[in-house]
């Protein structure tokens, strides 16, 4: 399994960008949903990396499921 990352950039002016790396399919929105509800809930701007068109496999699965709200 791959180690699962959450980079958060926040610039001068306040903006906040959020990263996710090894995560395959819809789980990396599931990742930074908390987040982007600390932050006030507007996202500006959605980009989806091709590791979101990647299909899960079931042990993968689990362990995404296993962490809610992250």
Do not use: F, N, Y
């Amino acid at each position: 399994m791959e180690i699962q990352e959450v980079q958060v950039d926040i610039a001068a002016d306040g903006g906040v960008q959020l990263s996710v790396r090894g995560v395959k399919g819809p789980g990396c929105l599931a990742l930074t949903q908390a987040v982007e509800e600390q932050l006030g809930g507007q996202v500006v701007l959605r980009e989806l990396s091709a590791e979101h068109e990647e299909e899960v496999d079931l042990a993968d699965q689990a362990v995404q499921d296993l962490r809610p709200g992250w």
